[in-house]
Structure formats: structure tokens, C-alpha cells
């Protein structure tokens, strides 16, 4: 019996995974993830996450080439969540930013607080 097995997947058999830049501590994005993704994520050495709206497999960086090196793999105490240490290359977020949460509340509304490294035009189409 493999780690994954012992995982506490939703009613759609998903795993929130909560990827995290390995040297800064940065949270970088926050997916989803099912045994198959993450094994083959663990077989890669790249992570691999499940669509939930387009219901497929998507490699970090396929299209864009932003991809995400596994460095490790913790699993929270109660064995449903992952914490995945990468070392990112380019942006994490499809907007161009490093990081997914580049908005932080400030008491009254969201302000952009992140640099865009990238146009999203240009590497994503717009997407």
C-alpha cells in the first residue's frame, strides 16, 4: 500500500495541493490533485494536477513552460491536504504573476500587491 492510498480524497476523489516555492516560502498556487495525478507528479519529478472544469490532466508549464521541479511532498495531519515544495520556473499564476495570491485585503478592498513577470497575452493567449 502506496502513501497515495492513505489519502483522504473528496467525494470526487480530488486532494486540495497547496505548492509552495522551496527556497522563498512562498505559497505559489493552491490545485487539485487525484492519485493519478500525483503519481504521476511523483514519477515526473513535475507537478500534474486534475482540471476540475475541463476534467483532465494538466502539467504546470505545458503550454507556457513555467514548470514546477518537485522538491518534496508533505501530507497535512489529517492526511487530506498536500504541501508541495517546488522550484519554480517563470510565474506560477496564469496572469502573468509569480505567485497566485497577488491581492491582499487592506480592510476595505483587494489590492494588487504582486509583480507581473509576464503578459498573459503573450505566454497564455489570454487564458
Known amino acids: 500500500m502506496s502513501f497515495i492510498d492513505e489519502l483522504k480524497y473528496n467525494s470526487d476523489g480530488l486532494i486540495p495541493a497547496i505548492i509552495q516555492d522551496d527556497k522563498s516560502g512562498t505559497v505559489l498556487m ?12 511523483i ?5 500534474v494536477f486534475w482540471s476540475r472544469s475541463r476534467k483532465k490532466f494538466w502539467r504546470k508549464g ?3 513552460g513555467h514548470v514546477q521541479k518537485i522538491r ?7 492526511a487530506d491536504t498536500l504541501l508541495i515544495r517546488v ?3 517563470g510565474p506560477a499564476c496564469h496572469e502573468g504573476y509569480r505567485s497566485c495570491f497577488f491581492r491582499t485585503f ?3 478592498r483587494l489590492v494588487t500587491t504582486g509583480h507581473r513577470l ?6 497564455y493567449g489570454g487564458k
Request: proline share 3%; hydrophobic share 25%; net charge negative.
Open 62 to 64: 505545458e503550454t507556457s
Open 87 to 89: 522550484d519554480q520556473t
Open 118 to 123: 509576464v503578459d498573459p497575452q503573450t505566454v
Open 106 to 108: 487592506d480592510g476595505e
Open 30 to 41: 493552491m490545485a487539485y490533485m487525484n492519485a493519478e495525478s500525483l503519481e504521476r507528479s
Open 43 to 47: 514519477d515526473s519529478g513535475t507537478t
Open 72 to 78: 518534496s511532498i508533505s501530507v497535512d495531519c489529517d
